[in-house]
């Protein structure tokens, strides 16, 4: 069967003159609009359809209305835009409504309601306003609204058309920022707050010897006296990060050396560097970027495989080479992935010469749609510490094939040539859909091929095209399943009404039809009463109260073991007729294995028994704490029966846990209680182990009640 595709409603904005009552009457003022069109356009088709057949000099009208009839409109698709078109104008939303007015003139330019009603439309568009509010962090940062003006942040601006806007943000020493703010008719659009990026750049410093020492001055760093102004000093090699942009003066010391400076200028998302060999030697080299990896070979002599890595690695810029031969050397400086730069040097006797190397770079912005992918460069990820976009690279000029991937979507690969001055914008679009799921009543968990994705309402903003079947769990409903294919750009929504289910779920506990509450004990693999049956439970199924202890919340007592087994029998029947009980599964008395068990850790110390003084009577249900399974009085209050006799295989276990026993009671046709009661007092008979036997045609026994299971038949 194919799948049923349920599309949600639209969300409409409501504005703050309708959430205090004035959208009624504006959406009865504009379907009186919508109307008032109607009639006129229909008047108008009357008084034209009146006049008749053509006649005469009418034959040139005749010719053009015949062609009109040969190309008929798609009125399907008119009637559809219409419907949506009426929609728009009674909920508000005017530049919808004639984006579909104007799609009808698209498919029937002579169309009447059209032609009537965008008059109206525009008219109310041009004097519609909003209200937009821009706060930054810092504030103080320049607004740009369209051509509404500029103002500093926190920035209002009141009556502006509605309509779509580019808001401009900036602020000396900060990135720009651009968005774009949709203005609807008495609503306010709030943005913020913008938090404004600091311009700053890098500079890496570094020597040869290592350890110089090294001064940062800005240059006119002081207003006053426009004198330079330290920055920062220390010793080489340093990496100095965030630094604003603007032009400095590096200057490195070395004793017994000249001083070495170099102005330098950073700029915002570069890394600059600055190098200088004091040692001297047959050759200097120095790179921008700093640690370069410097080859060398004489010059015409044979290279590897390939010509790959030639003669000798000599070390990382800056670098002094001081035990060259005379005569010709060929270098080949290789930075990262970045193309090589080979030079041929000569060197004469006694000569010290230096060579400077700098690649000509481009700042490259990486952005895609949706934003978080990883771009790789030849298999290898650009970026630091796992960037991704959108983000900001430095590379040399050059060709370039990049691929961005994100978890979920197909790769997307660009090819482009870098140059640096063109603009290095590379833009990865990647191809997704959404998929929103909700379901009545919420709270739905959505399982994709087993995993769990979250709960309804469910909303998946990046999820690759494809087919996908998603099914909806909710205890005390029906699962659901619902499927549909994912198309690039488009919304796949469901919305689903899941079926109540009223039978217990395995592995969770319930309330049944009663109120009486279920747990589940998991080393049973069935539910258990949290409460001994208590009187009122007992009167509502089998319709009298045998009590002498009178209390509707009091433990049921004075009922023998027939009567126990004829309410669990009732309660089943009852329960099942209202669907209110798991297939396969009945209500009983425990069996004295499974009594072993649900029992759990309960003690003595604050159970219903006189321990501490005789008691008068019973208590209660759920006096005592309950156990680890939330069972209440597993000891006390009253004995609980059983459902087996008392055997061989009774007094076996009874002497396996050390407790007292009786063997006289074997064969004698009794029925196994446990738990203790309120009348008793000695350890013996109050131990976990202990098992009373009882004939169970015995209604006499003011301290002998029970609780029930639910377990398999």
């Known amino acids: 069967m194919e799948p049923t595709k349920i599309t949600l409603p639209p969300v409409k904005r409501v504005s703050q003159a309708r959430s205090q009552g004035g959208g009624a009457s504006f959406g009865f003022a504009a379907m009186g609009w919508v109307v008032a069109a109607l009639l006129l356009g229909v008047l108008i088709g009357v008084l034209v359809s009146g006049r008749g057949e053509p006649q005469g000099g009418d034959l040139v009208d005749q010719a053009s209305s015949q062609h009109r009839a040969l190309a008929k409109p798609d009125e399907a698709a008119v009637v559809k835009l219409l419907a949506k078109a009426r929609v728009e104008m009674a909920t508000g939303d005017w530049l919808e409504a004639r984006q579909l007015y104007l799609a009808v003139l698209g498919l029937d330019a002579q169309h009447l309601e059209a032609k009537t009603t965008l008059p109206l439309i525009e008219a109310h568009i ?259 510490g796992g960037e991704k976009t959108p983000m900001q690279v430095e590379l040399p000029e050059g060709q370039y094939r990049w691929v961005a991937r994100r978890d979920g979507l197909a790769d997307v690969v660009v090819e482009q040539d870098l140059r640096v001055d063109g603009a290095n914008k590379i833009e990865f679009n990647f191809e997704y859909g959404k998929v929103k799921i909700g379901s009545d009543p919420a709270g739905a968990t959505v399982v994709l091929n087993g995993v769990p994705m979250g709960r309804t309402p469910f909303l998946q903003n990046v999820v690759r095209p494809g087919h996908y079947e998603y099914q909806l769990r909710k205890g005390n409903y029906r699962s659901a399943a619902v499927s549909g294919e994912v198309e690039p750009g488009q919304s796949l929504d469901f919305n689903v009404s899941l079926k109540y289910d009223p039978s217990p779920v395995l592995n969770q506990s319930f309330a049944n039809s009663y109120g009486q509450k279920m747990q589940w004990v998991a080393p049973l693999k069935e539910w258990v009463g949290a409460y001994e049956v208590s009187q009122g439970f007992y009167q509502a199924v089998i319709g009298k109260n045998p009590s002498a202890f009178k209390g509707g919340n009091r433990p049921v007592e004075s009922v023998s073991w027939y009567d126990a087994k004829r309410f669990c029998e009732k309660l089943t029947i009852d329960e099942r007729s209202r669907g209110t009980l798991p297939k396969g599964f009945v209500y009983d008395l425990p069996s004295d294995r499974e009594w072993s068990v649900l029992v759990g850790g309960a003690q003595l110390e604050d159970a219903v028994t006189s321990r501490l003084g005789q008691l008068e009577g019973t208590a209660e249900v759920g006096t005592s704490l309950a156990n680890e399974y939330g069972l209440y009085d597993v000891r006390g209050n009253v004995w609980e029966w059983c459902d087996d006799w008392y055997s061989q295989t009774i007094l076996k276990r009874s002497r396996e846990v050390k407790s007292p026993s009786n063997p006289s009671w074997v064969g004698t046709e009794r029925k196994v209680a446990r738990g203790g009661s309120w009348s008793r007092s000695s350890g013996y008979d109050l131990a976990t182990g202990y098992r009373l036997a009882v004939q169970p045609s015995k209604t006499d026994r003011y301290d002998l009640g029970f609780r029930v299971v639910l377990k398999r038949q």
């Open 126 to 384: 041009d004097a519609a306003q909003g209200r937009v509010v821009v706060r930054t962090v810092p504030e103080g940062a320049s607004v740009k609204l369209g051509k509404w003006g500029v103002k500093k942040s926190p920035a209002v601006f009141e009556k502006v058309p509605i309509g779509s806007y580019v808001v401009e943000v900036s602020m000396q020493g900060y990135d720009k920022i651009e968005r774009t703010v949709a203005v609807r008719e008495n609503d306010t659009v709030e943005i913020g707050a913008l938090e404004l990026s600091a311009l700053a750049g890098s500079l890496s410093v570094s020597s040869v010897p290592k350890g110089v020492p090294f001064e940062l001055l800005a240059e006119g760093g002081d207003a006053n006296s426009k004198k330079p102004v330290l920055v920062q000093a220390g010793k080489t090699p340093v990496t100095l990060e965030k630094l604003p942009p603007g032009d400095y003066n590096v200057t490195l010391k070395m004793a017994g050396r000249p001083n070495f400076s170099e102005k330098i200028r950073i700029a915002n998302n570069r890394q600059s560097s600055v190098s200088h060999v004091f040692v001297q030697g047959g050759l200097q080299l120095t790179s921008d970027p700093s640690g370069a990896e410097v080859w060398i070979k004489e010059y015409g002599a044979k290279g590897g495989r390939h010509g790959q890595q030639a003669g000798r690695r000599a070390g990382f810029t800056p670098l002094s080479i001081a035990d060259l031969t005379v005569g010709k050397h060929e270098l080949v400086i290789r930075y990262q992935d970045w193309p090589e730069i080979r030079r041929v040097v000569e060197i004469e006797q006694g000569e010290q010469k230096t060579l400077e190397f700098a690649w000509k770079r481009s700042l490259v912005s990486f952005v895609s749609d949706p934003p978080g992918a990883e771009v790789f460069l030849n298999d290898k990820t650009l970026g630091r």
